[in-house]
């Protein structure tokens, strides 16, 4: 590959015929009279990303609605099953006073949007992968670009989602919207947090760490807390539930959401907190493998 230019050839297709960048400076990442502002290498990282998006947004499927569509299909079985299993087991009515659907909604949308922001993040490009040979691509660029498609398949089928129970079942009516949607961020960039944690090990332990995370995503399942209404929680079994942000994130979404549910045992800051140890950890982690990987690799053969 040659450097010597202003400029390098990136040669790597996005499947849907999305090219990615063409002309991006070789400068970006180096010192001397040639690096480009702050704001270039804002601009440059930005396009890189978006391509990068559009690259994993397309990845699953070619054609962009069937991707959507089989998202959306997703989501819909699993409002589907449990709201099956809640009428057969008669528990419906211990839920949250309001719209029993939307309290369902307000758990799985949660969940899904954590559990699949972990599973693209950790799938993301590693260090060790071949897409890392076309520089200035690196493995922040895929784990934003990975996070971000992921938040944009999700948010598209809840707005989908939403729109078609408005309109064909019963008006969608939440209290307090905008704390409904950061909950909903919160949810997000917390599974990005763990995808983080998980994504600097998987080099390492690529076998283990895919388990780990496939463990992880199913004892969420239960652990979410999305079948459960927190404030109807004893104290000795919420001990099993509130060590984990996404059981916060879900119970402030419902206090947000009906206007007659006031939530006394969760808390979005610790949420918050929580995610920021796990970037902060996860990050550090990652430089250290970015760093260390392909002469451990050596070393191990």
Request: charged share 10%; glycine share 10%; with cysteine.
């Amino acid at each position: 590959m040659d450097r010597a230019g202003s400029g390098i050839e990136i040669g790597v297709g996005i499947a849907g015929d999305t090219p990615m960048p063409q002309a991006i400076p070789a400068a970006l990442g180096r010192g001397g009279r040639d690096s480009p502002s702050l704001g270039r290498a804002a601009l440059v990282m930005a396009e890189l990303v978006y391509h990068t998006t559009v690259r994993d947004v397309r990845k699953g499927h070619r054609n962009a609605i069937a991707g959507l569509f089989m998202n959306i299909l997703q989501t819909v079985i699993f409002l589907a099953t449990f709201y099956v299993m809640f009428t057969f087991l008669g528990i419906s009515g211990n839920a949250i006073r309001g719209d029993f659907l939307l309290y369902l909604m307000s758990g799985i949308f949660l969940f899904l949007i954590h559990t699949k922001a972990v599973s693209a993040v950790v799938k993301a490009d590693g260090p060790t992968s071949a897409m890392m040979q076309h520089a200035p691509l690196n493995t922040t660029v895929t784990i934003m670009a990975s996070a971000l498609s992921s938040l944009y398949l999700q948010i598209l089928s809840l707005c989908v989602i939403l729109f078609v129970y408005h309109v064909a079942w019963a008006p969608v009516v939440i209290d307090e919207p905008l704390g409904a949607i950061g909950m909903v961020l919160v949810a997000w960039i917390s599974g990005v947090g763990v995808g983080i944690c998980f994504a600097a090990l998987k080099p390492w332990f690529p076998d283990g760490v895919l388990i780990a995370s496939s463990v992880y995503s199913r004892a969420n399942m239960i652990a979410s807390g999305k079948m459960f209404v927190a404030n109807t929680l004893p104290g000795s079994m919420l001990v099993f539930f509130d060590w984990n942000p996404l059981f916060h994130a879900i119970d402030q979404a419902r206090g947000f959401i009906f206007l007659n549910y006031n939530p006394h045992f969760s808390n979005w800051e610790y949420a918050l907190w929580v995610t920021a140890i796990l970037i902060a950890l996860g990050l550090m982690g990652e430089s250290y493998t970015r760093r260390h990987a392909s002469l451990s690799w050596r070393a191990g053969k």
